[in-house]
C-alpha cells in the first residue's frame, strides 16, 4: 500500500517560532509538493520540489522554506509562525511516470499558532 | 480571475438522487482533468481522470469534460451516505505536472 506521512497530525506553536513539518514517501516518486488548505480556498500550493535538493517556489511562499536532502524526505519550515499560518497543511506526491495524474496525499497536519 | 472556478456548497442531496458536481476553467491548454474526493480529517484521494474531452464512467461515477466550453463535471447516481465528503477538481497541462486545484464543493448526502 503506497503511502506518504506527515509526522504530526496536530501541532500548536507560538507566534514565532520555528517549525518544521516533515513527511515521508515510500514510493520513490520524483515530484514532491507542500500544499497548505483553508476554508473556501481549496488547495494553495507553497513550495514542490522534482528532484532531490531542487526546489520550486509555488504561489505562497512567503514565510516559509523547504529542504529535499533525501528523495523520500520533504521538509516544510515556518522560519517564524504566525497565527495567519494556522492551516492544514499538506504534503503530497508524484511520478513522472505515466499520466502523472495521479497525486498522492498524507493525512495533513492542522497546525495552529497562537 | 482563479484560473479554476468550483463552488464551495455545501451541497445536501437526500439518498439515491443524481448529484453533478463541477468545475469551470479558463486556461485551454489543460489537457488532464481529475477528481479528488476528501474525506474530513484525511487527505485527498484521487476518483477519476480523464484526458482531454470525452466521458469516463466508473460504477457510479461519472466524468465529463467539454473543452469547448471549458467546464467539466462529475455525475453521481444513486448517491450514498458514504458519498458525504468534498471533491476538489484538478486540471494540469500536458507539458507540466503541476496540478492546478478547484476550491472544493461539499458535498452532504441525506440519508
Known amino acids: 500500500d503506497v503511502k506518504v506521512t506527515q509526522s504530526s497530525r496536530y501541532l500548536v506553536k507560538r507566534t514565532g517560532e520555528k517549525v518544521f513539518l516533515e513527511c515521508v514517501q515510500d514510493m520513490d516518486h520524483e515530484n514532491m509538493f507542500w500544499y497548505r488548505q483553508d476554508p473556501g480556498l481549496g488547495l494553495r500550493l507553497i513550495y514542490f520540489?522534482?528532484?532531490?535538493?531542487?526546489?520550486e517556489k509555488g504561489d505562497i511562499p512567503e514565510g516559509y522554506s523547504v529542504s529535499r536532502e533525501k528523495k523520500e524526505r520533504f521538509s516544510l519550515i515556518l522560519e517564524s509562525a504566525s497565527t495567519n499560518q494556522t492551516s492544514m497543511y499538506l504534503c503530497?506526491?508524484?511520478?513522472?511516470?505515466?499520466?502523472?495524474?495521479?497525486?498522492?496525499f498524507g493525512q495533513g497536519t492542522r497546525l495552529t499558532v497562537v | 480571475q482563479k484560473e479554476v472556478e468550483q463552488d464551495p456548497g455545501p451541497l445536501s442531496v437526500p439518498e439515491g438522487a443524481i448529484v453533478s458536481l463541477n468545475c469551470t476553467y479558463s486556461?485551454?491548454?489543460?489537457?488532464?482533468f481529475m477528481w479528488y474526493r476528501q474525506y474530513s480529517r484525511k487527505g485527498p484521494e484521487l476518483l477519476m481522470y480523464?484526458?482531454s474531452s470525452g466521458n469516463k464512467e466508473d460504477g457510479r461515477f461519472t466524468a465529463q469534460v467539454d473543452k469547448s466550453s471549458k467546464y467539466i463535471s462529475l455525475f453521481i447516481r444513486d448517491s450514498q451516505p458514504s458519498d458525504s465528503a468534498t471533491y476538489l477538481c484538478a486540471m494540469r497541462k500536458g507539458s507540466n505536472y503541476q496540478l492546478i486545484w478547484g476550491a472544493g464543493t461539499k458535498l452532504i448526502i441525506k440519508p
Open positions: 503530497a506526491s508524484s511520478t513522472l511516470q505515466g499520466t502523472g495524474t495521479e497525486a498522492f
Open positions: 480523464t484526458y
Open positions: 520540489s522534482y528532484d532531490v535538493k531542487m526546489k
Open positions: 486556461n485551454s491548454a489543460f489537457q488532464y
